[in-house]
């Protein structure tokens, strides 16, 4: 899960798997795959990057880039 804010503060917790859609419309909207809406007051690349890292953390995206042909 990932904590985003709210536009009046408070703090929503969002599964990073069933983000669909990240808009700027100047603040920068959530969309779920369930149709779901919430603004919120983050950067579409600091919601990218929480992401990202919730999908490290599940090993869904390797935590480095490999040479090809090398060892690592």
Avoid at 26 to 54: F, Q, R, W
Wanted: proline residues 4%; aromatic residues 4%; without cysteine.
């Amino acid at each position: 899960m990932i904590a985003l804010t709210r536009l009046n503060g408070s703090v929503v917790w969002l599964n990073p798997l069933h983000i669909e859609l990240i808009e700027v419309t100047p603040d920068s909207v959530v969309t779920l795959t369930n149709g779901h809406k919430y603004v919120v007051l983050e950067d579409p690349e600091t919601i990218a990057s929480k992401m990202i890292e919730v999908y490290r953390r599940i090993g869904l995206v390797a935590a480095r880039v490999r040479d090809e042909g090398g060892e690592g």
